[in-house]
């Protein structure tokens, strides 16, 4: 399981102007290295003179104040939420914005297909033809009777939580009988479960995260939105959800996946919720993962 640090600032709202938190997970064999600030006063500093930096040490970049002012600027709709997260892949550095609890939709699909191939990995078996079929169209078109096909076979959310306790996730809970699209989750336990698809660590063979990715990166056309938006060119993996909530009829919806800017790969996870129409939502989620993204690279 990929090891991560424990946060250093605890997290708040999920509305524009909410408070972010940022972490950085240790990679293997070093000691996670804290976003906080290294900087400290002089003992001998007298009024009106600048602390001073330790020698040998560079001052920490603020990742919680970068993401925060980057949000705050996203222009929330009224009445809607949003919550991001984002890492880093060279450096292992995360920051999150907002921790309340979201449906899923139809992003619930990457975490069905990671919970089968768990679940074949534990029988030492290959997915089935069958198996395949409904995997291709559940990530590629997000095809619903393939997701509820996948769901039975995993054990519904008695498998998908067991699983997801093997992965590190800690606020998902699977939805109630065949209401898959309604799982709850948080933009870090999906950060969490980007790291089981995408990096070295994972419960996931590296055969079986080649599966996820390669779907991932095969969306239909009309699905690449989302934090496909963060991206330069066509260099992302994504899983978006949409869904609208019968009543209230205001709309759910997520992304998350990877993207490359820069040379330099980033796990983003966007939850949005409370929006009037679906191209609100995508709007909004849009600009949410360009937000995280930005407390990186500074654009």
Same mark, same amino acid.
């Given at each position: 399981?990929?090891?991560?640090? #424990? ?9 524009? &102007? ?11 064999? %070093? ?16 009024? *009106? ?14 990742? %919680? ?13 009224? &009445? ?29 699909? =990457? ?6 191939? #768990?679940?074949?990995? +534990? ?34 959310? +008695? *498998? ?7 992965? *590190? ?10 209401? !898959?699209?309604? %799982?709850?989750?948080?933009?870090? +336990? ?45 260099? !992302?993996?994504?899983?978006?959800? !949409? ?9 759910? =919806?997520?992304?998350? &996946?990877?993207?490359?800017? *820069? ?37």
């Amino acid at each position: 399981m990929l090891s991560v640090a #424990l946060a250093v600032v605890a997290v708040g709202g999920v509305t524009a &102007g909410g408070t972010a938190f940022v972490r950085a997970r240790a990679h293997s064999g %070093t000691a996670a290295v804290s976003s906080a600030a290294t900087t400290s006063a002089s003992p001998s500093a007298g009024a *009106g003179e600048e602390a001073s930096v330790e020698p040998g040490t560079e001052p920490a970049v603020d990742r %919680t104040a970068l993401l925060g002012k980057a949000m705050s600027a996203v222009g929330v709709p009224s &009445g809607a939420q949003v919550s991001a997260a984002v890492l880093a892949v060279d450096s292992g550095e995360s920051v999150a914005y907002g921790n309340a609890a979201f449906d899923t939709a139809s992003i619930v699909k =990457v975490d069905i297909l990671a919970t089968l191939l #768990l679940q074949a990995q +534990d029988a030492d078996r290959r997915l089935t033809a069958t198996e395949k079929a409904y995997a291709t169209k559940m990530i590629e078109n997000s095809d619903n009777a393939s997701a509820t096909a996948l769901w039975h076979t995993i054990g519904r959310a +008695d *498998g998908l939580d067991a699983a997801n306790k093997r992965f *590190g996730l800690t606020a998902t809970f699977g939805g109630e009988g065949e209401l !898959w699209g309604l %799982t709850q989750t948080t933009a870090t +336990d999906q950060l969490a479960l980007l790291q089981q698809v995408f990096l070295e660590g994972s419960e996931l063979s590296a055969a079986s995260r080649g599966y996820v990715r390669g779907l991932m990166e095969s969306v239909e056309a009309d699905q690449r939105w989302g934090v496909s938006a963060a991206a330069e060119g066509d260099s !992302w993996a994504l899983k978006n959800g !949409w869904l609208p909530r019968s009543t209230t009829g205001l709309w759910d =919806v997520n992304s998350i &996946g990877r993207v490359t800017v *820069g040379g330099t790969g980033y796990l983003v996870a966007v939850l949005s919720r409370g929006t009037r129409t679906q191209a609100e939502g995508i709007a909004l989620v849009e600009a949410a993962a360009r937000a995280a993204v930005s407390a990186f690279t500074g654009e």
